[in-house]
């Protein structure tokens, strides 16, 4: 029995319809080739040109201020004083009350971040970690200004029944609450580091006879040390970068202090205290702004740089 056959224009008709469809596709496909690279592109630049943007704005205008004021008075001077006569741009209060601030913060968000971490990791079911985990990383969603003002008016308060001598405004309630605020930062980041270790570790030290508590302390943190190590610094750098907690809470006051129950001023405070529009364009003061912005986004940027040198100097492969 003979199959039936189409005419020969239909079957043309039908040759040239798939040939041109394999052409429409080959030409869209040529096109996304051609474009999304392109974009994709684009928006990768994106954050390279604001970094250079940034810098190129900061050494431009610290460049200016240099060139009035001596950079060995500026990074030496014990007086912080730009805006009442006589004027005075040594550096180290600001650069005292911000380490003051960022190394209270590291006292409360290391212990408190690194025991949560090994709980969540080593000792809470998965039902409690995924209501844990979460709730803690809500307090990275919370605005800076809140946390400024929960400083300000609960926990100085309440320092102040223990400290009759201290002021409103001092390091130490400033210095607390921005270590809560990095409290997630080092649970989240110090737990995923221990979660990546291996489970074959961990029940190889129970086949010897450890306990939970030795497990976690000797061989999982251990073997997490670098992931924790870099939570660690990142949390460092966030806390020096904190500005409107220490804004709020820590005073306006640049004093060369070690002192966590007086007024200071934090270099992110005093930029937030000039930069607020009164300051003409162009003058000295308004120079010292970006003098001081450099300094920090020098610091901030050493310490980005030690973490990732210790997150891959100490980094167990498996």
Excluded at 11 to 33: P, Q, V
Excluded at 194 to 221: F, K, N
């Amino acid at each position: 029995m003979s199959m039936p056959t189409l005419p020969a224009s239909k079957a043309k008709r039908g040759r040239t319809d798939a040939g041109s469809t394999y052409s429409f596709k080959n030409e869209k496909k040529s096109l996304a080739d051609t474009v999304m690279p392109l974009l994709l592109f684009l928006c990768a630049a994106v954050s390279i040109l604001t970094t250079i943007g940034i810098v190129v704005t900061l050494l431009t205008e610290t460049y200016h201020f240099f060139r009035e004021i001596p950079i060995f008075e500026f990074l030496t001077g014990r007086k912080w004083s730009p805006l009442i006569p006589p004027v005075s741009y040594g550096i180290l209060p600001l650069l005292s009350g911000t380490l003051l601030i960022t190394v209270i913060a590291c006292i409360v968000a290391i212990p408190i971040g690194l025991a949560s971490a090994i709980y969540l990791s080593e000792y809470a079911p998965s039902s409690v970690r995924r209501v844990v985990k979460p709730i803690l990383e809500v307090l990275a969603g919370v605005p800076t200004i809140v946390y400024g003002y929960f400083a300000l008016t609960l926990v100085t308060p309440l320092l102040r029944e223990i400290f009759p001598q201290m002021g409103v405004f001092n390091a130490l309630s400033a210095g607390i609450v921005v270590g809560i605020m990095i409290i997630p930062m080092v649970c989240s980041l110090s737990e995923d580091a221990m979660s990546a270790v291996p489970r074959s570790l961990r029940d190889g030290a129970y086949a010897l006879g450890a306990t939970r508590l030795e497990v976690a302390l000797r061989i999982v943190v251990p073997a997490a040390f670098s992931g924790i190590v870099a939570s660690a610094v990142l949390a460092f750098s966030r806390a020096i970068g904190e500005t409107m907690i220490v804004t709020v809470a820590a005073g306006s006051t640049p004093k060369l202090t070690a002192n966590p129950l007086e007024s200071i001023q934090t270099m992110t405070a005093y930029i937030v205290q000039v930069s607020l529009g009164d300051t003409p364009r162009g003058s000295l003061e308004y120079g010292s702004i970006f003098a001081v912005g450099m300094t920090l986004f020098v610091i901030t940027f050493l310490l980005n740089i030690l973490a990732q040198y210790v997150a891959r100097r100490f980094r167990e492969e498996y």
